[in-house]
């Protein structure tokens, strides 16, 4: 638990901030909605979806 000063007046706006901020980080945590394999089906490839995921996989982490 963390305590902070706040100007008279100003607590509306700090607890909209921190809303703010909190939603923002809890975006970053949360997975990409959509997947290969999602995507596999729409697009037109003659590669399998595992490829694929192997050179997103060695595109990202070298």
């Known amino acids: 638990m963390m305590k902070v ?24 945590k ?12 729409i697009m037109p490839s003659e590669k399998s979806a595992k490829e694929m995921r192997l050179e997103l996989y060695e595109e990202l982490f070298g």
Do not use: A, I, Q, W
């Open 5 to 28: 000063s706040v100007p008279d007046g100003l607590e509306e706006l700090f607890e909209r901030g921190l809303k703010t901020l909190s939603t923002s980080l809890s975006r970053l």
């Open 30 to 41: 949360r997975k990409p909605s959509v997947t290969v394999d999602y995507v596999f089906g």
